[in-house]
């Protein structure tokens, strides 16, 4: 099943978020993910496979702080399992994640194709953050 973590606060929410995840590990999962703001704008780190695969992502990186972070375990309906299918899904403004499975997808992504929409992923929930795009 899937998991959604979230921090906005004043300390550092990466660990936090990345501790709620590893609590979420009993669920099954095929990927996991983290969107959250710095100084430079908003970062998305995500990753195939277990939780150990994206702290090591994350490790390689140095000084990484954020008051603001959301955090996903994926278990795959729409989509391969693979990196590019992991959430969070992001724009340039904002990332999103989602539990649950969006029964219009196909269509929705019909319509969304004829605005010349570049989806890169194959699920739905990436559907959803390109409907709010265009609007």
Not at 112 to 134: G, R
């Amino acid at each position: 099943m899937c998991g959604i973590v979230g921090y906005a606060g004043n300390n550092n929410g990466i660990e936090p978020v990345i501790e709620g995840l590893s609590r979420l590990e009993y669920r099954g999962y095929d990927s996991a993910g983290i969107a959250f703001q710095t100084s430079a704008g908003l970062r998305v780190v995500k990753k195939e496979g277990k939780l150990e695969n994206l702290k090591g992502l994350l490790q390689s990186e140095t000084n990484l702080f954020s008051s603001l972070v959301i955090g996903h375990t994926r278990w795959a309906t729409h989509g391969a399992v693979n990196d590019t299918n992991a959430h969070p899904h992001e724009n340039e403004t904002f990332a999103i994640v989602h539990n649950g499975i969006i029964e219009n997808a196909s269509k929705l992504k019909e319509e969304i194709a004829k605005s010349n929409y570049q989806f890169k992923s194959e699920t739905d929930s990436e559907v959803f953050l390109a409907y709010l795009t265009l609007e």
